[in-house]
């Protein structure tokens, strides 16, 4: 049974950091690619990072280039995203999701994705 679970959310300070994991299980995450999307309170959920199955290619959504950087150890079967310079804005729930996808560029497109995981909430406010 292919599952993602997500962890490390939290309560930070804007200007803080925290890193999310992503833990895959009962697949072979390496011949997927792994995308972070979050949602917050009334608005639809968005794409926020992306790395290809062998990890040689990332993706982020213009609101959080330079701030944050999604990694994989595959390992581990485990998607990392540090994020840092934390802004009220990012308060979201933050979910993984993959794709099978053995070759190729990772796409930061909710539709593209067909397993997820239940969310980590990420608070940032003082």
């Known amino acids: 049974q292919l599952q993602l679970v997500e962890s490390g959310g939290g309560l930070v300070q804007p200007g803080g950091s925290l890193r999310l994991s992503c833990a895959a299980s009962g697949f072979t995450s390496d011949y997927y690619a792994i995308g972070w999307f979050r949602q917050a309170p009334g608005k639809e959920r968005e794409g926020v990072s992306c790395?290809?199955?062998?990890?040689?290619?990332?993706n982020y959504a213009d609101s959080v280039k330079g701030r944050l950087t999604i990694s994989r150890d595959n390992a581990k079967n485990t998607v990392y995203l540090q994020m840092n310079s934390l802004k009220p804005e990012d308060t979201a729930v933050y979910y993984c999701?993959?794709?099978?996808?053995?070759?190729?560029?990772?796409?930061?497109?909710?539709?593209?994705?067909?397993?997820w995981g239940q969310g980590t909430q990420v608070t940032v406010s003082s």
């Open positions: 999701a993959a794709v099978y996808r053995l070759f190729g560029l990772c796409i930061l497109r909710v539709g593209d994705y067909d397993y």
């Open positions: 790395i290809s199955s062998s990890g040689g290619s990332t």
